[in-house]
């Protein structure tokens, strides 16, 4: 009689704490539809706020001349320059391995154009157009942004010519590196300004 109690009293627990567990999957549910139509409500009455307003003339010329400093850090042949006192520079870049590095943009008017710094401004710029994008239309700055980016972007590809090839921006050394992994063994040679 005793186990017989027992399994009664194991047969409840367990059909209690079912129970208990469904009215709490249920209230979820619930409130997760709720919050689902609350939201949808919200997004219907603040759909105006995604839309552009009124243009200020001081925040758009600050976003002009924000966007002017990438057209002042470019490098290589410079086309639709907007910096009349900014000329071509770094022509050459990547001659010695038959490439074009010549675009990118500089780092910090030092004629060095490092991977790491360019691919954050890269990423931040093309955050910028995707949050911002309407905006820059409506002040005419979408284009020059997007060519900024796009200036990064393709010198970014090209310094990754081929599989297992990048080639980073050394200042003005001669010498060979060897570099030792655990599968491979590669001879680095440093040219003149660019290495593999």
Not at 104 to 110: F, H, L
Request: hydrophobic content about 45%; glycine content about 6%; aromatic content about 10%.
């Amino acid at each position: 009689m005793e186990a017989k109690e027992v399994e009664d009293t194991k047969s409840n627990f367990r059909w209690c704490w079912l129970l208990l567990v469904s009215v709490i999957a249920i209230l979820v549910i619930v409130a997760g539809v709720l919050a689902i139509i609350e939201d949808f409500k919200d997004s219907k009455k603040n759909s105006a706020s995604h839309h552009p307003g009124p243009i200020v003339k001081k925040y758009a010329d600050a976003l002009e001349i924000a966007l002017q400093f990438f057209d002042v850090q470019k490098s290589g042949k410079l086309v639709n320059n907007r910096i009349v006192w900014r000329g071509d520079s770094g022509l050459l870049d990547g001659i010695e391995m038959n490439l074009d590095l010549s675009k990118g943009m500089y780092d910090a008017g030092d004629l060095m154009k490092f991977g790491f710094p360019m691919a954050f401004t890269a990423t931040m710029l093309s955050l910028a157009i995707l949050e911002y994008g309407e905006n820059m239309k409506t002040v005419k700055q979408l284009g020059h942004a997007r060519d900024s980016l796009k200036w990064i972007t393709i010198f970014l590809i090209d310094t990754h010519p081929s599989e297992n090839v990048l080639y980073i921006q050394v200042p003005y050394l001669l010498l060979t590196l060897k570099m030792v992994s655990k599968k491979l063994s590669h001879q680095l040679t440093i040219c003149r300004h660019w290495c593999l």
